[in-house]
């Protein structure tokens, strides 16, 4: 089975693994990928010989019966909206933003009488961006949350399911403000979290950290200028949420003060514990043992 | 070069590290492990043949020229202050506890006119615990920070930064309360944040997870009960600077609600900017391209 002919539109981490992952499954008889510059094609040509590389935007989506925006999202909109007349009437337009509210507010107006919209988006990624970091293996095993809406029609939700699946993806549906607060707990607050870590701790204790801080902050490597438009994107959300995390905070600081300077072991202990005990629900992993020799 | 007879108190992931890198690199004429039962070394038996393994205080540091404490913070006192008057004098003895300024006040005295003390920190672990855990190489390149004070003896401060160096460890040297400062920023804090991420976000939300938030809550998996110790032997420094942090992310919040609901993009990608810069600076890490394509 293929998916006919597939654009990639941005040739970046998501876009060029996509490109990679489509090539090396065969899923794709003609292969689309646009760059905004001849520059951003450049790795893609090597790596990937079967894609048509193009920076015409009405090339680029024409002939596609499945057109994916791997775009940052501020620039989405201005990108589709000029073109949006030229895509085929039967395609399937998909994204991979990781805010949904916005995309769906500002997108699908402009496919109701031209294409099949739905909005995607894989739990996948790296802090590393650019076709560089793109790998085929990217979407294998991963969570992909597509959000249809009421009016999402029945093809764009089948094709795009289908679509992932083949791709390696495990696909659940969220509504569009679902996603986007349940993104805000797991991946919009972390990034935030990680870099408030980073520029909290001291330039002399920096250079002392260990694996754990590495790991910790990780993502806060990440592109800034990219993440910044992520976050706005959701800002709403996340604002809600960062206010609950730190009412969380403060409880612990209570907890760590305890009283006459003694620490609430009892409390820090089952807050400690509730989290070992999700996170191995979660990745199954085996509870360390508590005890000491 | 050996050091002779090394004694290693609590074979779990520190310690049964210490014994298989001390067996690997030949550093010691006999290497004494106790654990506080059988079940304990049963683990290292076979993958130290050289230890000698022994659930007897005594035996353990009789003979040693250097004891190394590799027991959980709360539990070093009241083992040692029983058998301190049987170390040789000559002996150097040192812990692997991730606070110093408790186990300085506590067993610093202990020893004034029994053996050389000086405090060690090696900034080297993992979320698991254990002797299953335990590799010949957790040293190797790790910062190792050892805590002289003015009462330290010479032999002390130098036999340490030997013993450390021969293990493959870069040694670092701070006073036992700027050691703990630092530790609280750099793994107690994110100790208690990585917690609090996954506490904080919900049971529908998680699954949904991708590696990004694995890795910035790795940590979270740590023993329970060990972390509770830990953060509770350093518990003021720790709320002191938790309490920095909270008003850190009250700004971030008034940088996402921003004007009239517009987020403030400006400081937000300063932030976010800051943080790249430090994290690239600590691990050399390329950042990545902000543009789009």
Chains 1, 2 share one sequence.
Not at 266 to 283: F, G, I, P, V
Request: glycine share 8%; hydrophobic share 45%; net charge neutral.
């Amino acid at each position: 089975m293929t998916f006919g002919t597939v654009a990639i539109l941005g040739p970046g981490l998501i876009g060029g693994s996509l490109a990679l992952a489509l090539a090396e499954r065969k899923l794709a008889d003609r292969l689309i990928v646009y760059g905004r510059s001849q520059t951003s094609l450049y790795g893609i040509q090597s790596a990937c010989p079967m894609a048509e590389l193009t920076s015409d935007p009405q090339v680029a989506v024409k002939d596609a019966d499945i057109v994916v925006l791997c775009m940052p999202i501020e620039a989405m909109f201005a990108f589709v909206a000029p073109i949006a007349h030229l895509f085929k009437p039967s395609a399937l337009v998909t994204d991979v933003g990781s805010v949904k509210g916005r995309v769906e507010r500002d997108l699908a107006p402009l496919f109701v009488n031209n294409a099949h919209w739905i909005g995607s988006h894989p739990m996948a990624g790296s802090e590393k961006s650019g076709f560089a970091a793109a790998r085929a293996d990217l979407f294998s095993g991963a969570k992909i949350i597509i959000t249809p809406t009421e009016k999402s029609s029945l093809l764009a939700d089948k094709k795009s399911e289908e679509f992932w699946r083949a791709l390696g993806g495990h696909v659940v549906r969220l509504d569009p403000e679902t996603h986007d607060n349940y993104v805000a707990q797991i991946s919009h607050i972390p990034h935030l979290i990680a870099s408030a870590l980073v520029n909290h701790a001291g330039q002399e204790a920096l250079p002392l950290a260990g694996g754990g801080f590495r790991d910790t902050t990780r993502i806060a490597s990440g592109s800034p200028a990219l993440w910044t438009e992520i976050l706005s994107a959701n800002a709403g959300a996340i604002a809600r949420d960062l206010n609950r995390l730190i009412r969380d905070l403060c409880n612990l600081e209570i907890i760590l003060k305890g009283v006459d300077g003694i620490p609430d072991k009892t409390s820090l202990l089952h807050y400690l514990q509730k989290a070992q005990d999700s996170r191995s629900h979660l990745y199954d992993t085996k509870p360390t043992s508590s005890k000491h020799p």
